[in-house]
């Protein structure tokens, strides 16, 4: 009697272990409607994909700041292929990730504010899944899909995420920070997949090359489906005829297309025993031809790596952040003389930077001329800063705002 009775206590002890590990094992596996995350530390995460390739949670910005994020958990170093609400991340205290009555998920700040919200509120969303392809599901209990994050990438495509018409990769701004940057990538009303720089104060379309017809480019501005999709062999291929292949594929790797904080488009393999990225393609191999790369008033030179500096004359806005350019120091009117008072009085000097493209700020083109004519033409506008001659197939373009 008593070692039957033994028995049944081990029974019964083995089988609630078991109902622990499996409800432990359930909360990784999805996150049901009423429940709610708060943000204590950046280690733990909420959620694994099955295949174990992808874990969303809290992700650290900084000492006071998290945000909600789905990263690559097989590569060394954290790397982020979503975030909820890249600008606007919360207090590392007192937020929370929570899956309200109502059925929306959101991100709450410490003080209440809701940051971001899934727009599934009033409908029959049930849980929310991270899916082995990283897409992040809300979905209903019968299993439909109610909201995916495939739908707002940010600066990342993964395989089989499609890139549609309303689709848009957007930078960072600066390495390791989530915050929106300066470049996008996205179909333009041409239908052709695009990069543009936004910048301050003007805005470039740089890739495919603007100097180019589309056929010349090897695209096609047809097809007004607009459709992009990287599959998991590392093959990209889209509507506009945008074809390209990662260096390494057919190899099934873990795989991302990042429009990176410079502004290049590249996609990138992991190596699963190393846990680093390796790139298999990108959109430049020659990165000064990317707009806007050290801002206004600055070259970018090859020695032969790529090299940023200023304008002689011009000094760095913010050191450490090329993107904000040079600006005209105080004194330098020696150098460069300051052209709203130099034209009346001939001060107005010219210097020669050879091999420089400046674009951006166009205001008129002429062709042909001599460069004579250029400089006449220049100091006759009263907003021509600099021309830019080409000497053989003699064309200006006359530049301002310098
Ligand atoms: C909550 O805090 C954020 C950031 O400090 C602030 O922008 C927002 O206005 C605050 N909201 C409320 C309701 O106090
Ligand atoms: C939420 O937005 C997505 C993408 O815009 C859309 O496909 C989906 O139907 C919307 N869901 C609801 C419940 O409105
Ligand atoms: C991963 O990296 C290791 C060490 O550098 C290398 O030997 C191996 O070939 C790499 N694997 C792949 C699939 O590239
Ligand atoms: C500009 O001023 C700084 C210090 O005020 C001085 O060191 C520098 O030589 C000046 N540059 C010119 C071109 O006058
Ligand atoms: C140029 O001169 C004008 C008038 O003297 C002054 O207001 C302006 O700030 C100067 N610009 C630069 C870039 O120094
Ligand atoms: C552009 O240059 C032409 C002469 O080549 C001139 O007639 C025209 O007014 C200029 N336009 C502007 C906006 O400066």
Known sequence: MAMRGVHIFTALISFLLMLTIAVAEDQ??????????STQD???????????????????VATNAFTFSIWFSRSSEKTVAWTANRDAPVNSKGSKLTFRKDGGLALVDYNGTVVWSTNTTATGASRAELQNSGNLIVMDSEG????????????????????TRDTKLVSASARGLPYSGLYTFFFDSNNLLSLIYNGPETSSIYWPN?????????????????????????????????NFEASDHGQKDVMRLTLDYDGNLRLYSLNMTTGKWSVTWMAFRR?????????????????????????????????GDWSQGCSYKAN????????????????????KIPHTDFYGYDLNYSNP??????????????????????????????MISI
């Open 28 to 37: 990784k596996k999805y996150l049901a409607r009423g429940s709610s995350i």
């Open 287 to 319: 990165v000064c031809e990317i707009h806007g790369v050290c801002g206004k008033n600055s070259l970018c030179i090859y020695k032969p790596d790529p090299q940023f500096s200023c304008l002689e004359g011009f000094e760095m806005v913010k050191p």
């Open 369 to 398: 001329v001599t460069l004579w004519q250029c400089k006449r033409m220049c100091l006759d506008n009263a907003d021509c800063q600099a021309f830019e001659y080409h000497k053989g197939n003699p064309k200006i373009t006359i």
């Open 42 to 60: 950046d280690t733990k995460t909420m959620l694994v994909s099955p295949n174990g390739d992808f874990a969303c949670g809290f992700y650290k």
């Open 210 to 242: 603007p100097a180019f017809l589309s056929w010349d480019n090897g695209r096609t501005t047809y097809y007004s489906s607009r459709h992009g999709v990287l599959d998991s062999d590392g093959w990209f291929i889209a509507t506009d005829q945008l």
């Open 332 to 351: 330098a009117t020696l150098i460069w003389n300051n052209n709203s008072n130099s034209k009346s009085n001939h001060r107005f000097i010219f210097k």
């Open 144 to 163: 439909q899909c109610l909201w995916e994050s495939f739908d707002s990438p940010t600066d990342t495509l993964l395989p089989l995420q499609l890139m």
